[in-house]
C-alpha cells in the first residue's frame, strides 16, 4: 500500500481507540487521578498498538503471507497488562468486570485490522463495540426484566432459524408443485415470530398500541399470519378490540404491499391498483384506530405468558399448508386460461402468489384482467381471513374482521370502479 493508504489506515486506527475511550472514559469521568484503570488516552494507544502491531507484522512478512507471530505475541502482552491492572482495581475496590479488559483486547485487534485488513468491517466493529459498551444499562434492565418463558421461546425461535431451517430440503414433495419441507418451517417461524413480536409490542407499548403496532408490523410479512394468531388469543384474552385492531392493520398493511408490489413488477397496472388498493387500504387503517382507542377502555392487564405456543403455531403452519396446496392444485385443473379463476383459488392462502403470477402474464392479458385478477385474488384472502377469523377467535373479533372486510371491499371495489379504463 502507498504512504497515504497506510496514514489513513492508522489514523483509523487512532479513532477507534479514541472512540471507544471516550465512552471508558466517561463512564469513569468522577474517578480521581490515578483511579481510573484506562481511559481516553490508554484506548486511543491501545487502537494505536494494534495499527502498530499489523504494521510489523506486514512489514516483517516482506510481501509473503504473514505468520501472525508478532500480532500473537503483542496481542498476549497486551491482554496480560490490562489483566494485571484490572485485577489490582478490582481488589481494591471490591468489583469484578471483564469488560475493560475485553474492551481493550477487541481495539487492539480492531486496530490491527483496520491496518491490516478491511477498513469496513473495522469501522463497523468499532461501532457495535461502542454501542454494547454504551447501552450497559439498557442492556442489564432489559436481562433482568426478561422472564424464563421469554428466554425459552427467543431460543426455540432462533434454533428454528439457525439450526433447523439450514439442514431442511427445500426440494417439493408431492404433486402439484408438492409441499416444501422448508418453507413449511419458514411459515412456522413467520407465524412464531410475529406472535413473539406481538407480545413484545405490548409488553413494551401498553396493550392498545402494542396490538395495532405489533399487527402493523407483522402485516409486512403475513396478515393472514396476523390474523389467524390474534384470532387464536382472542379465545384465551378479554381484549378483543384491541386484537382486531391489530388485525385490521396487518390487513390495510397487506393492501398496500400488494399495490407496491404489482406496480413494481408491471407498472401498467399501477394507474388502477394504486388508487382501489389505496383506498381499501385508508378503510381498514381507520377502522383500526379507532378499534383500538375504543377497546382500549375494555383491555385489563394480562398475566405474563408463554410468548407463543409451539404446538398451536405448528397446527396453525401446516392448515395454511394445507390450504395452499388445495389452491394450487385446484388452480392448475383449472388451467392456465382461468386467470380469475386461478388468482382467486390463490388469494386463499397467499397474495403474493397471484401477484407474481398475473403480472408475469401481463403481455398476454389486458391490463383490465389483470387489475381484475389481483382485487379478487386481495378480496378472497380478506374473506379467507374472515373465515379463520370466524372458525378461530370468539365473537368479539370476528365480527370486526367481516365488518373490516365488507368496508375495504367496497372501498376496493369503488377504486376499481372509477380507475378502470373503459
Known amino acids: 500500500m502507498d504512504e497515504f493508504e497506510l496514514f489513513r489506515r492508522m489514523g483509523l486506527?487512532?479513532?477507534i481507540g479514541a472512540m471507544i475511550g471516550v465512552e471508558r472514559h466517561w463512564r469513569e469521568r468522577e474517578a480521581d487521578r490515578g483511579q481510573r484503570?484506562?481511559?481516553?488516552?490508554?484506548?486511543?494507544?491501545i487502537g494505536l498498538f494494534g495499527g502498530l502491531a499489523a504494521l510489523i507484522e506486514l512489514d516483517l512478512a516482506g510481501g509473503a503471507q504473514p505468520n501472525g507471530a508478532v500480532f500473537a505475541t503483542l496481542f498476549a502482552v497486551?491482554?496480560?497488562a490490562v489483566t494485571a491492572f484490572e485485577y489490582r482495581q478490582a481488589a481494591a475496590e471490591g468489583s469484578f468486570s471483564a469488560t475493560t479488559t475485553v474492551a481493550a483486547m477487541l481495539t487492539f485487534a480492531l486496530g490491527a485490522l483496520a491496518v491490516a485488513g478491511s477498513t469496513a468491517i473495522a469501522s463497523a466493529g468499532a461501532v457495535v463495540l461502542l454501542a454494547v459498551l454504551a447501552s450497559r444499562e439498557l442492556l442489564h434492565g432489559f436481562v433482568r426484566r426478561l422472564s424464563w418463558p421469554e428466554l425459552r421461546s427467543a431460543v426455540i425461535l432462533l434454533a428454528f432459524t439457525f439450526v433447523l431451517l439450514p439442514v431442511i430440503p427445500d426440494q417439493p414433495y408431492g404433486p402439484f408443485g408438492g409441499v416444501s419441507p422448508a418453507r413449511t418451517v419458514t411459515l412456522v417461524i413467520?407465524?412464531?415470530s410475529i406472535s413473539y413480536a406481538g407480545y413484545i409490542a405490548v409488553k413494551l407499548l401498553g396493550s392498545t398500541r402494542g396490538e395495532i403496532v405489533a399487527g402493523a408490523v407483522g402485516g409486512l410479512v403475513s396478515s393472514t399470519a396476523v390474523t389467524v394468531t390474534n384470532a387464536r388469543r382472542s379465545k384465551d384474552e378479554t381484549?378483543?378490540?384491541?386484537?382486531a385492531s391489530g388485525a385490521i392493520a396487518a390487513g390495510a398493511i397487506s393492501f398496500v404491499r400488494t399495490a407496491l408490489l404489482a406496480a413494481t413488477l408491471a407498472p401498467p397496472l399501477a394507474p388502477v391498483l394504486l388508487p382501489a388498493l389505496g383506498a381499501g387500504a385508508a378503510v381498514l387503517l381507520v377502522y383500526a384506530v379507532i378499534l383500538a382507542r375504543r377497546g382500549g377502555s375494555e383491555h385489563v392487564e394480562q398475566a405474563q405468558k408463554n410468548p407463543f405456543d409451539l404446538g398451536s403455531v405448528i397446527k396453525m403452519a401446516l392448515m395454511l399448508v394445507v390450504i395452499s396446496f388445495l389452491a394450487r392444485a385446484a388452480g392448475q385443473m383449472f388451467g392456465s386460461s382461468g386467470v380469475l379463476v386461478v388468482s382467486?383459488?390463490?388469494g386463499l392462502a397467499d397474495v403474493?402468489?397471484?401477484?407474481?403470477?398475473?403480472?408475469?402474464?401481463?403481455g398476454s392479458i389486458t391490463v383490465q384482467i389483470g387489475a381484475?385478477?389481483?382485487a379478487l385474488a386481495v378480496l378472497v384472502n380478506a374473506v379467507a381471513k374472515a373465515s379463520y377469523a370466524t372458525a378461530l377467535g370468539v365473537r368479539g373479533f370476528f365480527v370486526h374482521m367481516w365488518l373490516a372486510s365488507i368496508a375495504a371491499a367496497a372501498a376496493l371495489g369503488a377504486g376499481l370502479w372509477f380507475s378502470l379504463p373503459g
Open 13 to 15: 486506527a487512532i479513532a
Open 37 to 45: 484503570t484506562a481511559g481516553l488516552r490508554t484506548f486511543t494507544l
Open 78 to 80: 497486551l491482554a496480560l
Open 190 to 192: 413467520v407465524l412464531a
Open 239 to 243: 381484549a378483543h378490540m384491541a386484537l
Open 344 to 346: 382467486g383459488l390463490s
Open 352 to 362: 403474493d402468489a397471484a401477484v407474481v403470477a398475473v403480472t408475469s402474464m401481463m
Open 372 to 374: 381484475l385478477a389481483i
